[in-house]
């Protein structure tokens, strides 16, 4: 069984840096297809995909983060670890990381971490 488990700080200040990790269980970060992501949902909005990193390392961003995300992963450890910089209150959302599995010019995401709480605030 797959498993994936956030962690990371609750609540951070404006203008610092949230780091998040995800640790995997019952897969492998080199799966082929699979590309480990990470997914947000701010109050009261939808679903945002934030990023993620490739089963070969490369990584993706959504444009609007771009400049702000980092994501990278220690295989050692099984993780993936998202940086978001620079954060203001917009930023406040549940955080998830995910399995997306790629399939052609489509996929789905079939696992998913139960999901932590971030508020920026001061």
């Known amino acids: 069984q797959v498993q994936l488990q956030e962690s990371g700080p609750g609540l951070v200040k404006p203008s610092q840096t949230l780091s998040l990790t995800c640790t995997v269980s019952?897969?492998?970060?080199?799966?082929?297809?699979?590309?480990w992501s990470w997914v947000r949902q701010p109050p009261g909005k939808g679903l945002e995909w934030v990023g993620a990193?490739?089963?070969?390392?490369?990584?993706d961003h959504n444009a609007s983060l771009k400049s702000r995300t980092s994501i990278s992963r220690d295989t050692s450890k099984m993780q993936f670890t998202l940086q978001l910089y620079s954060v203001t209150p917009e930023d406040t959302a549940v955080y998830y990381c995910?399995?997306?599995?790629?399939?052609?010019?489509?996929?789905?995401?079939?696992?998913w971490g139960q999901g932590t709480q971030v508020t920026v605030s001061s």
């Open positions: 019952g897969a492998s970060l080199t799966d082929n297809s699979a590309h």
């Open positions: 990193i490739t089963s070969s390392g490369t990584t």
């Open positions: 995910a399995r997306r599995r790629e399939i052609g010019a489509g996929g789905f995401f079939d696992y």
